[in-house]
């Protein structure tokens, strides 16, 4: 698995998620010295001692690497320009990786872009549920999204796409992700992850902003802005 996958992860005052996000990942099948990269910009204290506390405890199995971050686009730039493996996963702090085979199962695709559905809090899985329909009619279309927290690269399509562009402050993954010729949908219920950014924002914030992504999907001015996403 190491000479095949390198994890980027972004990373902004986690907490303990970056902690959980990491255990699972070492729990991976086969991944033993996969390198894992954490982009960080975390400014307190707390969430700091959980990533020192993260490469401490892991660093027996996992080859971990922290390197200065920023906002996600800009992490996961940084992040993919030390890959030097045939495919890289863009993963979220807050994605735990319940499925130990998920990476490997992934890997038997050998196309441009793998991703998977999530499951969340109880009270708000409907509305991924609600997501992994738009999802599929997207892909269908021709206009794929894979959401940042979950994003598995064949290293060359994610460059031949111009990879990620730091100047995006919202919905970089969309960016990207609707550059790929060719995208996957793995189906899974073993990846899970908060329901903050529905709990922050609210559905129909969230629903609007989508269908705006979509109608300005080759329009770079509008993902450089943050749309109060971050507020």
């Known amino acids: 698995?190491?000479?095949?996958?390198?994890?980027?992860?972004?990373?902004?005052?986690?907490?303990?998620?970056?902690?959980?996000?990491?255990?699972?990942?070492?729990?991976q099948t086969g991944i033993v010295g996969t390198k894992v990269i954490i982009a960080d910009t975390s400014d307190e204290q707390q969430s700091l001692w959980w990533i020192r506390k993260t490469q401490n405890e892991f660093n027996y199995s996992l080859n971990i690497k922290v390197i200065r971050g920023g906002f996600p686009a800009k992490a996961r730039l940084k992040g993919s320009k030390l890959v030097i493996t045939p495919y890289i996963l863009f993963?979220?702090?807050?994605?735990m990786l319940q499925?130990?085979?998920?990476?490997?199962?992934?890997l038997v695709y050998n196309t441009d872009l793998v991703t998977v559905p999530f499951q969340t809090e109880e009270g708000f899985n409907w509305i991924f549920r609600l997501f992994d329909i738009q999802q599929r009619i997207s892909n269908w279309i021709g206009t794929p999204f894979a959401v940042g927290g979950f994003q598995f690269?064949?290293?060359?399509a994610y460059w031949k796409t111009g990879g990620y562009d730091e100047t995006h402050l919202f919905a970089e993954d969309y960016w990207v992700?609707?550059?790929?010729?060719?995208?996957?949908i793995h189906k899974t219920k073993g990846v899970w992850t908060s329901a903050r950014r529905f709990k922050n924002k609210?559905?129909?914030?969230?629903f609007i902003l989508s269908?705006?992504?979509?109608?300005?999907?080759?329009?770079?001015?509008?993902?450089?802005?943050?749309?109060?996403?971050?507020?």
């Open 1 to 27: 698995m190491k000479e095949k996958i390198t994890i980027v992860i972004p990373c902004k005052n986690e907490m303990d998620n970056i902690y959980e996000c990491v255990s699972f990942i070492a729990k």
């Open 99 to 106: 499925d130990k085979s998920i990476l490997e199962e992934c």
């Open 91 to 95: 993963l979220d702090a807050d994605i």
């Open 177 to 184: 992700s609707q550059r790929a010729e060719v995208m996957k």
């Open 211 to 231: 269908i705006k992504c979509y109608i300005n999907r080759n329009n770079t001015s509008f993902f450089q802005k943050h749309h109060n996403y971050w507020i």
């Open 202 to 206: 609210g559905f129909f914030y969230m």
């Open 153 to 156: 690269w064949k290293t060359e």
